[in-house]
C-alpha cells in the first residue's frame, strides 16, 4: 500500500520570501502521479501542481515549483514570492497508475501561514 | 465550464438517522471519488464510481455506500450515524485512464456533516 508522508505540520514565511514544503512517500509502482493541493478556509481543495514520475524534469506552475527526487522517493514543494493568499493547508497526494482505478492517498498536510 | 458540485453544503443530523450526499462531477469526467476529511484522520478514500460501477473501496463500515448514475453523477450514503461520521466529504471528479491522470482530479467544496 502507498503512504505519503508530510513531517511538517506547520510552516510560516514572510510574505514575498521563499518557502519549501516537504513530502516523502512510499510505493513500489514505477509508474505515478504526485500532487500538491491548496485548502484555503473556503474548504476546496485546489491542484497547485502535478509530477509525472517518469518525467525527469521538475513541473513549474509560474512561483509553485516541485523537486521531485524519484530514487529518494521525495517530492518538495517550493513556494516563491510568497503572498497573503498562499496561506492555506497543503496537501501532498499520490496516484498510482496500477489498478485500474482513480484513487488519491494524501499525507496529513502542512498549514502554511503567511506573515505580512 | 462548471466545477464539481457538491449538495448540500451544510447538514446536521442526529446519531441513528442516515444521511445522502450528492455530487455532480465536471462535464465529460466519468469517475467520482469520495473521501472524508477528519482533524484526526485526514483524508481517507472512501470509494470510487465509475461507469455505474465501483471500482474500489477503502477501509470504512458497511454503513457507508455510494452509487453512481448514468449521468455520472453520485451519492452517497451513510445509515446508522455515529458521532465519529462527523466530517467534510469531498467528492473529486475526473477523466478516466493513465493518461488522463496528468489532468488531477477536481474537487468540489464538500458537504459539512456534523452528527449531534
Known amino acids: 500500500a502507498q503512504t505519503v508522508t508530510q513531517s511538517q505540520p506547520e510552516m510560516s514565511v514572510q510574505e514575498a520570501e521563499t518557502v519549501t514544503l516537504s513530502c516523502t512517500y512510499d510505493t513500489s509502482e514505477s509508474d505515478y502521479y504526485l500532487f500538491w493541493y491548496k485548502q484555503p478556509p473556503s474548504r476546496q481543495m485546489i491542484l497547485v501542481i502535478r509530477?509525472?514520475?517518469?518525467?525527469?524534469q521538475n513541473a513549474t506552475e509560474n512561483r509553485f515549483s516541485v523537486n521531485f527526487q524519484k530514487a529518494a522517493k521525495s517530492f518538495s514543494l517550493k513556494i516563491s514570492d510568497s503572498q497573503l493568499g498562499d496561506a492555506a493547508m497543503y496537501f501532498c497526494?499520490?496516484?498510482?497508475?496500477?489498478?485500474?482505478?482513480?484513487?488519491?492517498?494524501f499525507g496529513k498536510g502542512t498549514k502554511l501561514t503567511v506573515n505580512p | 465550464k462548471a466545477g464539481v458540485t457538491q449538495t448540500p453544503r451544510y447538514l446536521i443530523k442526529t446519531r441513528g438517522q442516515q444521511v445522502t450526499l450528492s455530487c455532480s462531477p465536471i462535464s465529460g469526467h466519468r469517475s467520482v471519488s469520495w473521501y472524508q476529511q477528519t482533524p484526526g484522520q485526514g483524508l481517507q478514500f472512501l470509494f470510487e464510481y465509475f461507469s455505474e460501477t465501483q471500482r474500489n473501496k477503502g477501509n470504512f463500515p458497511g454503513r457507508f455506500s455510494g452509487r453512481q448514475f448514468s449521468n455520472s453523477r453520485s451519492e452517497m450514503n451513510v445509515s446508522t450515524l455515529e458521532l465519529g461520521d462527523s466530517a467534510l466529504y469531498l467528492c473529486?471528479?475526473?477523466?478516466?485512464?493513465?493518461?488522463?491522470?496528468?489532468?488531477?482530479?477536481?474537487f468540489g467544496s464538500g458537504t459539512r456533516l456534523t452528527v449531534v
Open positions: 473529486a471528479s475526473s477523466l478516466v485512464g493513465r493518461q488522463n491522470l496528468n489532468y488531477g482530479y477536481t
Open positions: 497526494a499520490f496516484a498510482g497508475t496500477q489498478g485500474g482505478s482513480e484513487k488519491l492517498v
Open positions: 509530477q509525472e514520475a517518469y518525467k525527469q
